[in-house]
């Protein structure tokens, strides 16, 4: 089963910071799209950043650009979103997905909407406090 593995979750202070990491071991091919959502409690699931290797052209949405970045370390098929400034409103379960092996987006398709994205982890959770 290709699913990405999420972990490092946990608590911080406001102004604090956390690394999220996804573990994309299982995968045989190299995803189109990579993000990372949120889901906060009581709001609909936002992207918060995409990836598109093949490029490198990297999306941030307004709320976190400046303060998170993505990265990925391929020798370990792992995905990083280093979360730097948290605010409160960063707590969230925050998801890692990727598109499915052949999948092609297009021009209309947003790296930053859900619906482009078929693999999704089971979450880790991020709390801020303050």
């Known amino acids: 089963l290709v699913q990405p593995k999420e972990s490092g979750g946990g608590s911080a202070p406001t102004g604090g910071s956390l690394r999220l990491s996804c573990d994309l071991s299982?995968?045989?091919?190299?995803?189109?799209?990579m993000a990372w959502f949120r889901h906060p409690p009581g709001k609909q699931r936002e992207g918060v950043v995409a990836l598109l290797p093949a490029s490198g052209r990297i999306l941030y949405s307004d709320a976190v650009k400046d303060r998170f970045t993505i990265s990925e370390d391929n020798a370990k098929n792992t995905l990083y979103l280093q979360m730097n400034n948290l605010k409160p409103e960063d707590s969230a379960r925050y998801y890692c997905a990727t598109t499915r092996q052949y999948d092609t987006p297009t021009a209309d398709d947003d790296p930053l909407d859900q619906w482009s994205y078929a693999y999704w982890g089971q979450g880790t959770q991020v709390v801020v406090f303050s």
């Open positions: 299982a995968y045989t091919y190299r995803p189109t799209y």
